[in-house]
Every structure is written in C-alpha cells, then in structure tokens.
T-cell receptor
Framework: EAQVTQNPRYLITVTGKKLTVTCSQNMNHEYMSWYRQDPGLGLRQIYYSMNVEVTDKGDVPEGYKVSRKEKRNFPLILESPSPNQTSLYFC???????????????FGDGTRLSIL | QKEVEQDPGPLSVPEGAIVSLNCTYSNSAFQYFMWYRQYSRKGPELLMYTYSSGNKEDGRFTAQVDKSSKYISLFIRDSQPSDSATYLCARRGFQKLVFGTGTRLLVSP
C-alpha cells in the first residue's frame, strides 16, 4: 500500500530535549516536505527536499533541521524544542514538484507534539 | 492579508444538501488550485485539482476557479454524513502548497 509513515504519532516532551520525527514513503517519490498545522494559521511549510541531499527552507524553518540521506526518508529534527513548537506536524511527498506540476502531494497521518 | 483565505465554519447541513465551500486568493500568478479533505486525526487527502479557470467535476464533487474574482469553490451534491470533515483549499506555489485554514463541514443524518 502506498503511504507516508510518520513516527511517533504523539509525543509529549520538555523544553530543550532533542527529538526527531521520522518520515518514510514507499512510493519512490523525489519530493518530500514538512508542514506544521496550527489553529487559525493552517498548514505552513517548514522545509522541503527536491531529492537526496537537496533540502531548502520553507516559510517557518526556525528551530528545525532536516536531512535527506536516502530517497525514502526525511526526518525532522528539533535540536532544542521550545513550547512554541507545540503543533501538529505533517510530512508529505510527491513524485516531483514544480510550479507547473499537478503531482498530488500525499500526506502522512500527522505527529502531535507537545513541548512543556 | 493571507494568500489563501477560507471561512473556518463550522458549516452544518442536513444529509442530501448541496454544499458550497469557498476560498479567495490574492496572487493571480499561480495556476493550480487544489481541494484537500482532512478527517479528524488524519492527514489531508487530495480531492480535486483544477488548472487556471473553469470547472472540474468528479462524481458528487465540482471544483470551480474564477480567476477574475480570485475565487475558488467546491460544490458537494447529495452530501453524506461521511463528507463531514475539514476541507482545505490550496494553491500550488514555489515548491510548496499554500493552504487556507480550512472549513469544517458537518453533515447530519
């Protein structure tokens, strides 16, 4: 089954304790992206990757890191989490990306992070 | 001003009603628009996409883009309780999707 898998689905942690949210897709997609979803603000892009070893900032990258060492995986790293990073996070992938592309983005089921 | 704006709702309708969900957008340079549906505790899933202006129909769903007024609409005919979800409109941007905040739809039996 084609899917984007995120882990963990839920996490409660404390300020400053490094954490990693994993994302894996089994569709051989080139493009992967991380979004956060907040009430009243909607989904906002954090980072994206157009292919292995190619990553770039989205609209809200502060406090996050990513890596793309393999095509299928795109982990999101919070080196020193803070309470304002409490949010619902989604990983997405698509075959390709581009301004003219109609390739749909497939989303994972989300990771709810609470930073105390 | 947000790039894509939606009324958050909730919008409550009885089963069988025709539902109209709407968005406005500010940047007319982009051509692709999408509608995603998001169930509780799930990720968004693509419902429909449209290119430029015009209508696109898929079963009970019709997506419409009016570039002159910068309006994006989704119509749902014969709405069902299973249509209860949050509907997100989005436009394709530079290496990303730009989303509205979503409209919550409740269809009662």
């Amino acid at each position: 089954e084609a899917q984007v898998t995120q882990n963990p689905r839920y996490l409660i942690t404390v300020t400053g304790k490094k954490l990693t949210v994993t994302c894996s897709q089994n569709m051989n997609h080139e493009y992967m992206s991380w979004y956060r979803q907040d009430p009243g603000l909607g989904l906002r892009q954090i980072y994206y990757s157009m292919n292995v070893e190619v990553t770039d900032k989205g609209d809200v990258p502060e406090g996050y890191k990513v890596s793309r060492k393999e095509k299928r995986n795109f982990p999101l790293i919070l080196e020193s989490p803070s309470p304002n990073q409490t949010s619902l996070y989604f990983c997405a992938s698509s075959l390709q990306s581009g301004d003219s592309s109609n390739q749909p983005q497939h989303f994972g089921d989300g990771t709810r992070l609470s930073i105390l | 001003q947000k790039e894509v704006e939606q009324d958050p709702g909730p919008l409550s309708v009885p089963e069988g009603a025709i539902v109209s969900l709407n968005c406005t957008y500010s940047n007319s340079a982009f051509q692709y628009f999408m509608w995603y549906r998001q169930y509780s505790r799930k990720g968004p899933e693509l419902l429909m996409y449209t290119y430029s202006s015009g209508n696109k129909e898929d079963g009970r769903f019709t997506a419409q883009v009016d570039k002159s007024s910068k309006y994006i609409s989704l119509f749902i005919r014969d709405s069902q309780p299973s249509d209860s979800a949050t509907y997100l409109c989005a436009r394709r941007g530079f290496q990303k999707l730009v989303f509205g905040t979503g409209t919550r739809l409740l269809v009662s039996p």
